[in-house]
């Protein structure tokens, strides 16, 4: 992928929309708990952006927000509930569902909190205890 592309990305129905620029800093999945419930599947399919990256270009007041720490601020849609990206401050990363930027060529690199796994997943990448040591996890990385 050209360093310069644009996607866009939407919520379910439309209301929300943004675009990504460039490349993510990483692809993976997730199966900690808390995307587990967030996404209602047993993994969720992430996609990491600088803040900068992400830009909402329509629906702006239409996005809602919770916070059940304040590590993730996940933003969905009011009108049709769709869920589009979560900003984590902490780590100055905002992580776009691949789901929601159709066209994006989806690359997954890792999977992250495999120890809370729900769905062993046996696709040869990295399965990693929780996140990387430079994301402030472990670094550990745990057996298919």
């Not at 569902?97 to 809370?116: D, K, L, R, S």
């Not at 997943?121 to 990295?126: A, T």
């Amino acid at each position: 992928m050209a360093n310069g592309e644009t996607y866009t990305g939407s919520c379910f129905c439309g209301e929300v929309q943004f675009t990504v620029k460039g490349e993510p800093a990483g692809m993976g999945y997730c199966h900690c708990e808390s995307c587990r419930r967030w996404s209602a599947g047993p993994v969720n399919a992430f996609t990491l952006w600088k803040p900068e990256a992400v830009t909402v270009t329509q629906g702006t007041n239409n996005i809602g927000t919770y916070n059940k720490t304040s590590n993730s601020y996940r933003k969905w849609c009011k009108t049709c509930g769709g869920h589009i990206f979560t900003e984590h401050p902490s780590i100055g990363l905002t992580d776009v569902y691949a789901a929601t930027i159709p066209e994006f060529p989806y690359h997954p690199g890792v999977h992250v909190h495999y120890q809370e796994t729900v769905l062993r997943i046996n696709d040869g990448l990295p399965k990693m205890k929780d996140v990387p040591r430079e994301m402030g996890g472990s670094g550990i990385s745990i057996d298919e």
